[in-house]
T-cell receptor
């Protein structure tokens, strides 16, 4: 199984550009999340989804949009990129509620110039 | 603010020694999980301990949980160079059983010297 797949692995944008980070999982997990990780820090939750058609905001949602039209895919959209959004973005999925481990992709390294 | 905080921020040991890292959190939790992150990779789940458990083992890993002190520790015994990584604790609060709303600490960077 591929697990959680994120594309692209690297991206450089100019301030004001928009783009979509892709995330797909093949484990039929209901729960999917997007995190950002800044240097030397842990992960901060951007948005999450508990199933197709259902999304909610995390700790740092401003400047990002998500949608969940299928169980497998959970894209993250940057509406108008800003240098403060330079970070490594991780997508994760999990099965069921509460006491289940999250499975992570290898991340997208995004630089905003 | 982050729910979990790891201590120490960095730890350097020799191969064969034990490594202990700690996690403190602020609110009552449903469970606590430990993850490992190798450089340039995503996080990998190591072990989950529920709030009604005090100790859990998995291979060379031993995790303890003290809910009265709101703290957990991860012990890696007989460390190997391949254990070099960052280690994060993540908590799921009692108020939210959705694993997708885990809160991560800033991590402990472990270096194991051959």
């Amino acid at each position: 199984n591929a697990g959680v797949t994120q594309t692209p692995k690297f991206q450089v944008l100019k301030t004001g550009q928009s783009m979509t980070l892709q995330c797909a999982q093949d484990m039929n997990h209901e729960y999917m999340s997007w995190y950002r990780q800044d240097p030397g820090m842990g992960l901060r939750l951007i948005h999450y989804s508990v199933g197709a058609g259902i999304t909610d905001q995390g700790e740092v949602p401003n400047g990002y949009n998500v949608s969940r039209s299928t169980t497998e895919d959970f894209p993250l959209r940057l509406l108008s990129a800003a240098p403060s959004q330079t970070s490594v973005y991780f997508c994760a999925s999990s099965y069921g509620q509460g006491n289940q481990p999250q499975h992570f992709g290898d991340g997208t390294r995004l630089s905003i110039l | 603010s982050q729910q979990g905080e790891e201590d120490p921020q960095a730890l350097s040991i020799q191969e064969g020694e034990n490594a202990t890292m700690n996690c403190s959190y602020k609110t009552s939790i449903n469970n606590l999980q430990w993850y490992r992150q190798n450089s340039g990779r995503g996080l990998v789940h190591l072990i989950l301990i529920r709030s009604n458990e005090r100790e859990k083992h998995s291979g060379r890993l031993r995790v303890t949980l003290d809910t009265s002190k709101k703290s957990s520790s991860l012990l890696i015994t007989a460390s190997r160079a391949a254990d070099t990584a960052s280690y994060f604790c993540a908590t799921v609060p009692v108020s939210n059983t959705n694993a997708g709303k885990s809160t991560f600490g800033d991590g402990t960077t472990l270096t194991v010297k051959p």
